[in-house]
């Protein structure tokens, strides 16, 4: 079946410092959409990326969806203490998001 | 903003027994699923719901899980007899649509039940 896989798996880092994820899929997906889960919490969608190669920014998070439709990344600019968490990607298992596949997750410690 | 909400927040259970896990649903959403996150563990598909029966669900939805949405506004989630590994986060989502190649449509999580099966 479709695997989702991301890495790191853990990162631990200053805060002032960048920060990625990436999300690799084991087969070319329609879309890929991002959440984020604080500890604790529940996941909080972030970003859905559909097009070829689409780059998008929100702050200082930019998301990447690469030619292949396969991988995505994640990058924070400037990390805060605020954007401590796990950050999965997701993809649908199909043409369309009725069962999304999770990633493992990235969990970013930030220490200030 | 509307928010899909869950009871119980927490649910302690002995092995065998059945539980029922509650979920609303955003009012105008068409598409409910329900998810299970193991401790420190990715999260997890269930099933997904649409227009009154299950359109998906995963090799985890076996014959002990069903889902039900017994009225207008309450979705649950029912384990027939409870397992030692069902203890879990199990998460209750909701969307207007399906995201698709051109449609985007958000899925909404629930805050959880903390399921702990002694």
């Known amino acids: 079946g479709q695997q989702v896989m991301q890495i790191p798996q853990y990162q631990h880092v200053q805060e002032g410092e960048d920060f990625t994820t990436y999300c690799n899929s084991s087969?070319?997906?329609?879309?890929i959409q991002w959440y984020k889960q604080r500890p604790g919490g529940h996941p909080v969608f972030l970003i859905q990326?559909?097009?070829?190669?689409e780059v998008k920014k929100q702050k200082r998070l930019t998301f990447q969806f690469g030619e292949a439709k396969k991988n995505s990344s994640l990058h924070i600019t400037a990390t805060q203490t605020t954007d401590v968490g796990t950050y999965f990607c997701?993809?649908?298992?199909?043409?369309?998001?009725?069962?999304?596949?999770f990633g493992a997750g990235t969990i970013l410690r930030v220490k200030s | 903003e509307p928010e899909v909400t869950q009871t119980p927040s927490h649910q302690v259970t002995q092995m065998g027994q059945e539980v029922i896990l509650r979920c609303v649903p955003i009012?105008?959403?068409?598409?409910f699923y329900w998810y299970r996150q193991i401790l420190g563990q990715k999260v997890e598909f269930l099933v997904s719901?649409?227009?009154?029966?299950?359109?998906?669900k995963s090799e985890i939805f076996d014959d002990q899980f069903s889902v039900e949405r017994p009225d207008g506004s309450n979705f649950t989630l029912k384990i027939r007899s409870t397992k030692l590994e069902d203890s879990a986060m199990y998460f209750c989502?909701?969307?207007?649509?399906?995201?698709?190649?051109?449609?985007?449509?958000?899925?909404?999580f629930g805050p959880g039940t903390r399921l702990t099966v002694t």
């Open positions: 989502a909701s969307s207007a649509g399906l995201a698709g190649s051109s449609l985007l449509y958000e899925q909404y």
């Open positions: 087969t070319t997906l329609s879309n």
């Open positions: 990326l559909v097009k070829s190669g």
């Open positions: 997701a993809g649908p298992n199909g043409e369309y998001g009725n069962k999304l596949v």
């Open positions: 009012s105008n959403h068409l598409y």
């Open positions: 719901f649409y227009n009154n029966e299950i359109s998906e």
